[in-house]
T-cell receptor, first 114, second 114 residues
């Protein structure tokens, strides 16, 4: 069985300050982990993915995430938030080599204030 | 840039009526997925197709939901009869590979059942 827990349902930051969106996972086997972003009334877009290569993964729009097996975490970070980053972010887990059955977290709504 | 097309974007219906959603995946993507996203939750897989074959429909409520992909290209998801609890966003996604590949999502079809 696999699951993800997004620790914050809402995060609010000021423009230009760092962003931290937290995610913990549970997986019986070697997981693949993803972060997706969903802007209002839009489909989900892949930000980045971890598939057992480098533990620090760089994605689009300046986002990155670090896979920490000892902490079962895959937190998403960005050094400086931009207004356009306001959206909902989903942490997702799937089994490496286990097909594309994705298990989504409940999402974190990111608000960016001036 | 190739996109996953979905229609309609919005659908309002009364309970007990029939509704249908259509999805056209990115050309060449053999794997197609239907997800349901209830407000405030992450998407949940309803059905996964590989070409025209269903590979996972374990979470599809088969008493009222049906999905088909007759020619292995576009797909239709039907609900009959609709119930109040079916109000949600229905997301279609496609991927080039059945395992380990990136999923590309459409903008979704938002269903409201009155």
């Amino acid at each position: 069985a696999q699951s993800v827990t997004q620790l914050d349902s809402h995060v609010s930051v000021s423009e230009g300050t760092p962003v931290l969106l937290r995610c913990n996972y549970s997986s019986s086997y070697s997981p693949s982990l993803f972060w997706y972003v969903q802007h209002p009334n839009k489909g989900l877009q892949l930000l980045l993915k971890y598939t057992s290569a480098a533990t620090l993964v760089k994605g689009i729009n300046g986002f990155e995430a670090e896979f920490k097996k000892s902490e079962t975490s895959f937190h998403l970070t960005k050094p400086s938030a931009h207004m356009s980053d306001a959206a909902e972010y989903f942490c997702v887990v799937t089994l490496t080599g286990g097909g594309n059955k994705l298990t989504f977290g409940t999402g974190t709504q990111l608000k960016v204030e001036l | 840039e190739a996109e996953v097309a979905q229609s309609p974007r919005y659908k309002i219906t009364e309970k007990s009526q029939a509704v249908a959603f259509w999805c056209d995946p990115i050309s060449g993507h053999a794997t197609l997925y239907w997800y349901r996203q209830i407000l405030g939750q992450g998407p949940e897989l309803l059905v996964q197709f590989q070409d025209e074959s269903v590979v996972d429909d374990s979470q599809l409520p088969k008493d009222r939901f049906s999905a088909e992909r007759l020619k292995g290209v576009d797909s239709t998801l039907k609900i009959q009869p609709a119930e109040l609890g079916d109000s949600a966003m229905y997301l279609c996604a496609s991927s080039l590979l059945p395992s380990g590949g990136e999923l590309f999502f459409g903008e979704g079809s938002r269903l409201t059942v009155l």
